[in-house]
């Protein structure tokens, strides 16, 4: 599989930490010239610089996902550094505020749509010109495993993820045949930071609910990003790779 990402220009949103920087050293091992960008400056430039000391080949661009021109300026310098772009991992995301609907603000609404859905609604605009002067190429969209089911006090963040699975269907029929494919991933629990922050460092707490009683890791997230990535899935497009240790089908009660 990996084999056929040697020499592709990959492009990752969200890189600096959890699952992106995980798929950027993972990307890098298997040949790829990477492309980051994250908001946080030193952290995605210290995943850049890591992947140059072990001899392989990153930029880094500060990015914010909420502004086109950022966005844009990243697909710019995946043209300019490696001459074009083969994939995009649209990554950045974030959990936001929770809360039951009518506890929780105007700003709080308007940061996780922001981020989750206007934030992957630029980068395909961006990303799918670069793909057609390669001749296609593949995108991968996070999603969640809370893009398919409700959950009470996360309306916000599970209507985002929702979206993200009806834009990876819909613009994946749009350039199909372009040889351009489009598919999502949807994370269980994953430990990371993100999860860290949301159950106050009690990510234990997964482990009564979710099947196989524990959070996975990214490294369990990576080898579905670099499948959808490579020639392997070269008739897949518009799905979305649940990988969440049985919690797309559910959560155990008992």
Do not use: C
Request: hydrophobic content about 40%.
């Amino acid at each position: 599989m990996t084999s056929t990402l040697k020499n592709k220009v990959v492009l990752i949103t969200g890189s600096s930490s959890g699952i992106g920087e995980a798929a950027a050293l993972a990307f890098a091992e298997a040949g790829a010239s990477l492309v980051l960008g994250a908001r946080r400056q030193d952290e995605g430039e210290a995943v850049a610089r890591r992947i140059r000391d072990t001899g392989g080949n990153a930029v880094f661009l500060k990015t914010d996902v909420t502004n086109p021109a950022q966005v844009q300026a990243l697909v710019d310098l995946a043209e300019s550094e490696f001459g074009g772009l083969d994939v995009a991992f649209n990554n950045a995301g974030t959990d936001g505020e929770s809360g039951m609907i009518t506890d929780i603000d105007d700003s709080a609404f308007d940061t996780i749509i922001n981020t989750n859905v206007r934030g992957v609604w630029n980068a395909l605009r961006a990303q799918i010109p670069a793909l057609r002067k390669r001749g296609g190429g593949s995108i991968i969209n996070t999603s969640s495993v809370l893009g398919s089911r409700g959950v009470a006090g996360m309306s916000t963040y599970v209507a985002s993820k929702f979206a993200i699975e009806g834009l990876t269907q819909s613009v994946a029929l749009e350039v199909a045949k372009e040889n351009i494919r489009i598919n999502a991933i949807a994370p269980g629990p994953i430990l990371t930071a993100m999860l860290e922050n949301a159950t106050g460092g009690n990510t234990d707490a997964f482990n009564s609910i979710v099947a196989m009683g524990r959070p996975g890791t990214t490294d369990e997230i990576t080898p579905a990003v670099l499948f959808l990535a490579s020639d392997q899935s070269s008739y897949v497009t518009g799905h979305s790779l649940p990988i969440g240790g049985g919690s797309k089908a559910g959560f155990v009660t008992s």
